[in-house]
Each structure stands twice: as C-alpha cells, then as structure tokens.
C-alpha cells in the first residue's frame, strides 16, 4: 500500500514560486500514475495536473497550464509541482494522489491514494 505526504506549501506573494513535494512510500510508487488537486475554502476539490508512471505524459489544468509543472523522480519515490507566478486565486490546500491510469486522473477517476494536504497561500 502506497501511503503520501506532501511538504512544501506556504506563503508567498504573487508572482512568486513554490515548490510541492510528494513523498511516497512503498515499492509501487513507480509503477503509478501521480496527480496533484487543490481545493480552495468554501469550493469544491479540482484537479491541477498528472503524470504517469514513466512520466512520459502530462495533463494541466487550463488555470495552471504555463505556469505550473509536475514531475516526478521515480529513484527517489517522489513526485513534485513547480508553481510558478503564483496568484491569489491558486490559494488552497494542495492535495497528491496516485492511481492506475493517468487518462482518468483529470476527472477523478482510478485513483487509489490521497495524501493529506499541504496549504499554499498566495497574497496580493
């Protein structure tokens, strides 16, 4: 059983950058899709990018796409979300989570593991 903690959120001010990571235990980490989601207070969870296992293939968000980057290091079980000209609307908390399948991770789907959040805090 995969299990994931995700580090690195904080505060910073717009146009500033943050790195996220995800660390993960257990030995199938690397045979996994990885995704990242946000969710703002008072809305509802969404989805912000996902790799696959290999990391050969992405998927953003349209609100994050150009900014934001997801990766992964395989030899090190962890993966990560480069935020770049960070903006008050990307405020939430940060949530990671693996799955089977990086088609269906856009929409929720597949997923087997969700770790426990990290706060970004992006001020104007």
């Known amino acids: 059983q995969v299990q994931l903690v995700e580090s690195g959120g904080g505060l910073v001010q717009a146009g500033g950058s943050l790195r996220l990571s995800c660390a993960a235990s257990?030995?199938?980490?690397?045979?996994?899709?990885m995704g990242w989601f946000r969710q703002a207070p008072g809305k509802e969870r969404e989805f912000v990018a996902a790799?696959?296992?290999?990391?050969?293939?992405?998927y953003y968000a349209d609100a994050v796409k150009g900014r934001f980057t997801i990766s992964r290091d395989n030899a090190k079980n962890t993966g990560y979300l480069q935020m770049n000209s960070l903006k008050p609307e990307d405020t939430a908390d940060y949530y990671c989570?693996?799955?089977?399948?990086?088609?269906?991770?856009?929409?929720?789907?597949?997923?087997?593991?969700w770790g426990q959040g990290t706060l970004v805090t992006v001020s104007s």
């Open positions: 257990g030995r199938t980490f690397s045979s996994r899709a």
């Open positions: 790799i696959s296992w290999s990391g050969g293939t992405t």
């Open positions: 989570a693996a799955g089977t399948s990086v088609v269906g991770i856009p929409q929720g789907k597949y997923l087997e593991v």
